[in-house]
């Protein structure tokens, strides 16, 4: 999410934690996917998986080529045991450009291909 200014994007995000974030108004698609994308962000970091989930889905559902949202989730799903919807997130996120961290760290060999067979 290149190209987007940072001091109003903190205030919406600072704005958006502390309401809850029920209510995103955001006319830039973009934008409002950036700030899902950052609640999702702070879910992922205290362990509140499902939370996390629920915040990456809404940033895909704002703006579907979101390649690091889709990362985020998978990285949510696996965390919560959720290992075919974490491969089908990864895979995705790699399809649309996004580095494949699954793959470098061996997580997808591991994870995914033992899934699938």
């Known amino acids: 999410m290149q190209g987007l200014p940072t001091w109003p994007l903190i ?3 600072f704005l958006t934690v502390l309401t809850g974030g029920e209510t995103i108004r955001a006319e830039n698609p973009r934008l409002k996917a950036e700030v899902h994308f950052q609640r999702g962000n702070v ?8 939370k996390a989930i629920a915040a990456y ?6 703006y579907p080529q979101f390649a690091t949202a889709y990362h985020k989730r998978g990285t949510a799903h ?3 045991d959720n290992h075919p919807a974490a491969c089908l997130d990864w895979k995705r ?4 450009g996004h580095e494949c961290m699954a793959w470098n760290f061996g997580i997808y060999e591991e994870i995914c291909k033992k899934d699938s067979q």
């Open 43 to 50: 879910f992922l970091r205290t362990d509140q998986f499902p």
């Open 11 to 13: 205030s919406v995000i």
């Open 78 to 80: 696996y965390f919560s």
């Open 57 to 62: 889905t809404l940033a895909i559902q704002a």
């Open 93 to 96: 996120a790699c399809d649309l």
